[in-house]
């Protein structure tokens, strides 16, 4: 019998020892270091918009980064368009599979807010980290004290223009035109024609499709303030200054016809810029490297023309991280955001991709006081920042956005007046905005 129960008792202990004590262990989180024993691994989603070799530039800061902390792997995700990668963002949210970190349009704060989410970053920096971005930026990071963002791919609109052809059309290739009235009587001289009457040359383009809320809030800018609140919940676009800017964009193609009327392609501007079509355009910033890559002229880039004053929203992407990750992650997370918003590495960027250098500490290395001394181009958007103001971002902001979206091309178009157009989108929009009140 004794012999028995010390068998048993053996037994006991084997499947004991197999079983880890009879109880299986919970699954550490995702990559958690010091649970696992795995390196914690972040899925970082990132949009491909802008020309350039994007995606080799952004695998190799994360490589870089892994040398420098071996417990952690960035795993890039590249998600299209902006808005094809914030879909893919919302989708694995919804699924309850949320990326770790996000570089998405600093617009979709308040839809991010409304999906709970992204994590509060505020307690997550120093206020002297973030005293170091351009305040310009700070607007569609926040709301109210709560920084839910961290600037990185950011942009404002610039003119480009084609200082050989001002040349030959007897206006200074050192001077663009600093206001609406000089914009008009460039693009006039600047519009060529054949012996059939077609256009050769366009004087001017300014982008129509996709982007048009951006290029009239830049004139509504410069018109004498913007058009939606602070606090995402309301906009201004039946005001008078706001009927006076689309005016301005319907007749530069309609009535003065030194543009293309209708339909102007967001991705061809560039193109049309580049090989000649156009004489001057207004383009993000995150095109200047294709432009001065591609460019077989002499060119220049000036602030937006004024009218009451300078004026230019700001654009571009935010680094978000993801409320429902393990806290190891969150962590990490911030550590990559760290070594990515270094002086060096933001200077690196704006020379690698045209975007606006975000920081002060960033126009302040000698890298980029030496890229500016031969490009001086370059500090164009970091000097227009003075003047710049958030861009549109409200509640529920793709459905605005469209909405204002169509309702200035159809104005463009001549389907609408510039009153009823934004009358309508006005309507439209309190009508959606209503809930947040």
């Given at each position: ?19 880890g004590g009879g109880t299986a262990p919970k699954e550490s989180p995702k990559g958690a270091e010091g649970k696992s024993g795995k390196p914690v691994e972040l899925q970082f989603y990132f949009p491909v918009a802008v020309g350039g070799p994007i995606t080799q ?49 600093s617009t979709d704060l308040y839809s991010l807010i409304s999906m709970k989410a992204i994590e509060d970053l505020t307690p997550r920096f120093s206020k002297e980290y973030f005293a170091d971005f351009y305040e310009s930026f700070l607007g569609n990071t926040r ?295």
């Amino acid at each position: 019998m004794k012999k028995l129960l010390l068998l048993m008792a053996s037994l006991i202990l084997v499947l004991s020892a197999c079983s880890g004590g009879g109880t299986a262990p919970k699954e550490s989180p995702k990559g958690a270091e010091g649970k696992s024993g795995k390196p914690v691994e972040l899925q970082f989603y990132f949009p491909v918009a802008v020309g350039g070799p994007i995606t080799q530039i952004v695998d190799k800061l994360a490589k870089d980064f892994e040398k420098e902390n071996a417990n952690i792997k960035i795993k890039p995700i590249y998600g299209g368009s902006y808005q094809d990668t914030m879909t893919k963002v919302a989708t694995a949210v919804q699924g309850n599979n949320s990326p770790d970190m996000a570089v998405l349009l600093s617009t979709d704060l308040y839809s991010l807010i409304s999906m709970k989410a992204i994590e509060d970053l505020t307690p997550r920096f120093s206020k002297e980290y973030f005293a170091d971005f351009y305040e310009s930026f700070l607007g569609n990071t926040r709301s109210g004290n709560t920084i839910w963002s961290v600037p990185f791919q950011r942009s404002t609109i610039v003119l480009y223009y084609n200082k050989d052809m001002f040349k030959a059309a007897g206006l200074d290739p050192e001077k663009a035109p600093a206001n609406w009235t000089q914009l008009r009587e460039y693009a006039q001289k600047l519009t060529k024609k054949d012996a059939s009457d077609k256009v050769t040359q366009w004087g001017l383009e300014i982008p129509s499709t996709g982007y048009q809320y951006w290029m009239l809030q830049a004139l509504s800018l410069q018109s004498g303030d913007n058009i939606m609140s602070n606090d995402g919940k309301q906009v201004f676009f039946n005001k008078p200054h706001v009927e006076e800017s689309l005016q301005l964009y319907m007749d530069l193609g309609i009535k003065d016809k030194v543009m293309p009327s209708g339909a102007i392609e967001w991705a061809t501007v560039p193109s049309d810029f580049i090989s000649g079509k156009t004489a001057m355009m207004f383009h993000t910033t995150g095109n200047l490297t294709k432009v001065k890559t591609d460019a077989k002229f002499n060119f220049g880039v000036a602030f937006l023309p004024a009218n009451k004053k300078f004026g230019s929203p700001t654009g571009g992407g935010n680094l978000y991280v993801f409320k429902n990750i393990p806290e190891e992650n969150k962590k990490a997370a911030v550590k990559f955001i760290e070594f990515l918003t270094k002086p060096d590495r933001v200077a690196q960027w704006s020379i690698d991709t045209g975007y606006v250098g975000t920081t002060k500490a960033a126009y302040n290395t000698d890298l980029l006081k030496k890229y500016i001394e031969t490009f001086p181009q370059a500090k164009v958007a970091r000097d227009q920042l003075e003047y710049a103001d958030s861009e549109l971002s409200t509640y529920q902001n793709g459905q605005v956005t469209k909405i204002f979206n169509d309702n200035i091309q159809a104005a463009l178009l001549g389907k609408m007046t510039a009153k009823e157009a934004l009358q309508k989108s006005q309507e439209q929009a309190d009508q959606i905005l209503k809930a947040f009140k």
